[in-house]
C-alpha cells in the first residue's frame, strides 16, 4: 500500500519477493536512524563554496553524515526521504543545526573571524511550527551570530506551497540569516513569485553543471540563470563543479560563487578546524582545461 501511494494516487502495487525486501530495508534504516539520532551518532560534513569576489569570506555548505557501526558510510539521499517519511528529520534537523551553530563559535573561538555556513532545511522542516524557536533557541546557546547563517531550501519545496514558504522566509530573514533556493531550475519556479520572496542566492542545479562546457542547452540554461540572478539582485551559486573547464567558464559568464569537487569535497569539521581550506590556486596548475 505504502509503494502504491508513493508511487501517485489511484496506482497499485503487486506483492512481491522485492517490495517486501525494500520495505524491511526501508524498516531497517528508519529503526537504526532512531537509534543513530538517540546516541547522536550522526556527524557534519561541509564544503567549501568558492567566492571570487573576496576569497576572504569562508562560506560552507553543512552535510550531514551517518557512519553506520556495521554498513560503513550510507548517503543523505538515501536516509533524508526516509527521516522526512518518518518525522525523524526534525530530530535530525536540530541536531544538525547544533554541530554547525557549535561550529560557527568554535571557528571563532580559533580563527577570531566569522564564517557562514548554509544549513539544508527539508519541507517537512520548513512548516515545523517549532522551527523559528528551535533556530532561535540553537543559536542563542552557542551564541553565535544569525547573520552566519544561510538556509537553503529546494526551489520545488518552495513552489509547492509559496504563501507559507514565506512567511517563513521572510522570519528567517527579519531574525538576520540569509535564504537560499537549492537545485535552482529542476523545480518549475513562477517567475512572478521568484521576483517576490525576498531570497539572497538561487543555487544552479548540478545537473546544468555536470554536461559543460559542451552542452549547449545547458550552457544556455545557465547563461539565462545568472542574468536572472544578477537582474534580481540575488546571489548565484553553481553547484557540482567537477573540472577546470567548468570553473573557467563559469567565472567567464559572471558566476561569481562556485561549489564542487574542483574545488573540494565534503570533509569532516574537525579537518576544517585543524586546517582550513583556503583557494591558493595551486589545484588549476594540475588541471588541464
Ligand atoms: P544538496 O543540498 O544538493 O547537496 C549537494 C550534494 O552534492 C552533496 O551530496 C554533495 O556532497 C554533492 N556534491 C557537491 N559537489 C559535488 C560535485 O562536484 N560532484 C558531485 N557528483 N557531487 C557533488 P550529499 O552530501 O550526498 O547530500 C545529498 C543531499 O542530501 C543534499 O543535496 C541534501 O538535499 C540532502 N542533505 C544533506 N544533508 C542534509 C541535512 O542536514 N538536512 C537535510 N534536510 N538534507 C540534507
Ligand atoms: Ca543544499
Ligand atoms: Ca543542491
Known sequence: MYEAKANGKN???HYSDSVGRLLRQKLQITSDLAKALQQRDLSLAVQPKLNLLDTA??????????????????PPD????????????????RQVLAMSAEFVASWK?????????????????LHDRHLLNDIAVILN???????????????SVVMDDVEASLSVIKALKKMGARFAI????????????????PI????????????????Q??????????????????????????????????????CEHLQGYFLSKPESLQKYLQSPWRFDGSVLSSCIA
Open 182 to 197: 537549492d537545485d535552482f531550475g529542476t523545480g518549475y519556479s513562477s517567475l512572478s513569485y521568484l521576483s517576490k520572496l
Open 78 to 93: 538515501k536516509f533524508i526521504p526516509l527521516a522526512e517519511e518518518s518525522g525523524q528529520i526534525l530530530d535530525l534537523g
Open 11 to 13: 496506482g497499485f502495487e
Open 200 to 215: 539572497d542566492v538561487l543555487k544552479v542545479d548540478r545537473s546544468f553543471i555536470t554536461n559543460l562546457p559542451e552542452n
Open 141 to 155: 546557546y552557542y551564541d553565535v551570530d544569525p547573520a552566519c547563517f544561510e538556509f537553503e531550501v529546494t526551489e
Open 57 to 74: 569570506v569562508f562560506s560552507v555548505e553543512a552535510l550531514v553524515r551517518w557512519p553506520h557501526p556495521t554498513k560503513g558510510f550510507i
Open 109 to 125: 573561538k580559533h580563527n577570531n573571524a566569522d564564517i557562514s555556513v548554509a544549513v539544508n532545511l527539508s519541507a517537512r522542516q
Open 217 to 254: 542547452e545547458d550552457l544556455a540554461i545557465v547563461e539565462a540563470i545568472i542574468s536572472m540572478a544578477k537582474g534580481l539582485n540575488v546571489e548565484v551559486v553553481a553547484e557540482g563543479v567537477e573540472t577546470h573547464g567548468q570553473y573557467l567558464l563559469l567565472k567567464d559568464l559572471g
